[in-house]
């Protein structure tokens, strides 16, 4: 069981940063996959970035490539997100799911546990 807790959103005008974390207990979550995941208002959940158990391998989402950057140290994940825009407005959430060497997840249906999501609001 892994239990996932966000932090670090709020209220940022365009073109500002904010850093969220999402921190994680669990026996074995260092060998856990982790995503962040984002919902506008009216719109599906989706895919912000994804990072593999080590660290090593990540991957974006195209709104979001050369702005935002996904790490993790231990039981951290880490979104720093810069040159942030009104679009960006959304409840962001963590997530993560045991996965083998390398491997990330990007579908939310992929995904076994949740975070219980923060908010980012980005004003024009």
């Known amino acids: 069981q892994v239990q996932l807790v966000e932090s670090g959103g709020g209220l940022v005008q365009a073109g500002g940063s904010l850093r969220l974390s999402c921190a994680a207990s669990?026996?074995?979550?260092?060998?856990?996959?982790m995503g962040w995941f984002r919902q506008a208002p009216g719109k599906e959940r989706e895919l912000v970035a994804a990072?593999?158990?080590?660290?090593?391998t990540t991957t974006y989402a195209n709104a979001v490539k050369g702005r935002f950057t996904n790490s993790r140290d231990k039981n951290t994940v880490v979104l720093q997100m810069n040159s942030l825009k009104p679009e960006d407005t959304a409840v962001y959430y963590c997530a993560s799911r045991r996965l083998g060497l390398g491997e990330i997840a990007t579908m939310v249906t992929d995904y076994d546990y949740w975070g219980q999501g923060t908010q980012v609001t980005v004003s024009s």
């Open positions: 669990g026996r074995t979550f260092s060998v856990y996959a």
């Open positions: 990072i593999n158990w080590s660290g090593d």
